[in-house]
């Protein structure tokens, strides 16, 4: 089993032990996923980034690791694959940012 399949399990083994999977659609996780992400964007909310991770780096983590387990929950009961759809993206992503028309800008790929 390898780590990913291994974190799913877990993950599933503890909604299961509760009876939660009931509330966990789809759509329901993908809003979660998103409060969870605007959770973690309030700990950068005014603040450095370096600042922010000295003073809430145990909350980015928490935040981060809601943020995860949720998609690995969506990914789960869509029967999708973690390094697949990973993989897949990274192809896409690499014909849209050539690395000699992107290297070292921020430019979103229909501006390069």
Do not use: C
Not at 32 to 48: D, G, H, P, T, V
Not at 86 to 112: A, F, M, Q, W
């Amino acid at each position: 089993m390898d780590e990913i399949t291994e974190l799913i399990t877990l993950i599933n083994e503890f909604r299961d032990e509760r009876d939660w999977r009931q509330f966990h659609n789809p759509k329901d996780l993908a809003i979660s996923i998103s409060l969870e992400a605007s959770e973690l964007l309030e700990n950068f909310q005014w603040k450095e980034s370096n600042e922010a991770i000295q003073e809430n780096k145990n909350d980015i983590q928490r935040e981060l690791a809601d943020i995860i387990i949720y998609s690995l929950m969506l990914s789960s009961d869509l029967e999708l694959n973690i390094e697949d759809i990973v993989k897949n993206k990274l192809k896409e992503n690499n014909l849209k940012y050539p690395v000699d028309k992107s290297r070292g800008l921020n430019k979103k790929y229909t501006d390069i």
